[in-house]
């Protein structure tokens, strides 16, 4: 252990490797993770079950593929130091339930820390960067979330630089998720040491509210989504904000808010990682998180996050520029009443990021409703819908 320790500093302190993976997560990830729903209570027969449901709902069809154990499937460390998984729970070994995964063609991920705990105090990496890597390629992980608890006295920049390097001298390809909350500003470092990173403290399963805790709190998808203002020029194939995973059929929100916030987190380019049960979810959820249409919003490959264009009353509209001339465009009603909208094809809209013009006055778009798949003309004539209360008109702008 000592040994391996000190190869680990060494290593550590060398710039004679790259920090990151390239060419990974070039579209936001998507996938599944544990966490949402199922907090400490994961198992292997969960993570199997949860598998077989991806690929039998069609999500997996719809570009899912990563499956995500969080927190609690560690329960110490060996007399050399090295990770141990909880035997009762995962009876079979995390290496034989990575291979069942991937016998799905999916892509099997796993949860850690940086600190000397994980957040529901299981042993943390502090100090066993190299051998927990060294595992992770060994059983074949494709996706790390690495969290930030536990962590007196350590540098969020150093931390996080340290386990992607471990990651990268391991030698398995890994999409590195930093989970720091935003406190260090990621958004400004991180593009070169991990794939995503998190914008802010954990995310609530309600539309518009705060959960408070003492010294931290759980924020709802709209207070998230407000917290993403002014970070879009950071992300792009490769490294993208995450705002959290999603809560869509998580019970705490209806129908029309899950489809608000999943079409915000497409709109945002935001990674995709579903946190309900599978295997009781109603058709409702599937319905949203299969979409093709939004998703493809989503997985567009220019990997430009959306822009906030206006904001009026409680009526916000959006815009993302996508491959071959096109956009998408969302207006979101974040008031619980039914809301008009009318809006001019002609009114000059202009992304300075990415500095495209979309100029419907001289290029006639055709218009369809990503939700409803119906087809709404083009843009030569004026807008005039109606959105339902916590709900969204999306549309896909598809140049003639």
Same mark, same amino acid.
């Given at each position: 252990m000592k040994k391996l320790f000190v190869i680990t500093l060494i290593i550590a302190s060398c710039n004679c490797f790259g920090q990151k993976f390239e060419g990974l997560a070039l579209t936001p990830p998507m996938g599944w993770n544990s966490w949402n729903k199922f907090g400490c209570n994961v198992s292997e027969k969960l993570i199997k079950e949860t598998a077989d449901e991806i690929v039998a709902s069609g999500m997996r069809d719809a570009g899912y593929e990563f499956v995500v154990i969080d927190d609690c499937w560690q329960v110490g460390r060996d007399s050399m130091g090295f990770i141990i998984a909880d035997p009762e729970r995962f009876p079979s070994g995390i290496k034989a339930l990575?291979?069942?995964?991937?016998?799905?063609? +999916?892509?099997?991920?796993?949860?850690?820390?940086?600190?000397? %705990?994980?957040?529901?105090?299981? $042993?943390? =990496?502090?100090?066993?960067?190299?051998?927990?890597?060294?595992?992770? =390629?060994?059983?074949?992980?494709?996706? +790390?979330?690495f969290d930030w608890c536990s962590t007196n006295g350590?540098?969020?920049? @150093?931390?996080?630089?340290?386990?992607?390097?471990? +990651?990268?001298?391991?030698?398995? $390809?890994?999409?590195?998720?930093?989970? @720091?909350?935003?406190?260090?500003? $990621?958004? %400004?470092? =991180?593009? %070169?040491?991990?794939? +995503?990173?998190?914008?802010?403290?954990?995310?609530?399963?309600c539309f518009d509210c705060v959960k408070k805790h003492p010294g931290y709190s759980n924020w709802g998808v709209m207070k998230i989504l407000d917290m993403q203002n002014g970070l879009r020029k950071y992300a792009g194939p490769g490294h993208w904000n995450d705002p959290d995973m999603l809560e869509v059929g998580n019970g705490g929100m209806t129908v029309n808010e899950d489809r608000a916030h999943f079409s915000m987190w497409c709109m945002l380019a935001a990674p995709l990682m579903a946190g309900n049960n599978l295997t009781s979810m109603s058709d409702a959820t599937r319905t949203i998180l299969t979409n093709a249409e939004v998703i493809s919003i989503n997985q567009d490959v220019l990997g430009i996050q959306g822009l906030k264009f206006s904001s009026k009353d409680s009526l916000e509209t959006w815009f993302k520029p996508l491959e071959k001339g096109d956009w998408a465009v969302c207006f979101l009603n974040r008031s619980s009443k039914t809301v008009k909208i009318e809006f001019d094809w002609n009114t000059k809209v202009y992304d300075e990021f990415s500095q495209r013009d979309l100029n419907a006055g001289e290029t006639v778009y055709n218009l369809l409703d990503v939700w409803t798949r119906d087809k709404l003309g083009d843009t030569k004539k004026r807008l005039e819908k109606e959105v339902a209360g916590h709900d969204v008109l999306m549309l896909k702008l598809t140049h003639k």
């Open positions: 990575a291979d069942y995964i991937h016998s799905k063609g +999916l892509k099997f991920g796993i949860y850690s820390c940086a600190g000397t %705990e994980t957040c529901a105090g299981r $042993p943390g =990496a502090r100090g066993h960067e190299f051998q927990d890597a060294y595992m992770y =390629a060994k059983w074949g992980v494709d996706y +790390l979330k350590q540098n969020q920049k @150093e931390s996080y630089i340290l386990m992607s390097k471990m +990651l990268k001298k391991a030698g398995h $390809p890994i999409v590195f998720s930093l989970c @720091e909350w935003g406190g260090s500003k $990621p958004w %400004e470092w =991180a593009s %070169e040491v991990g794939h +995503l990173w998190r914008t802010t403290g954990d995310i609530y399963d």
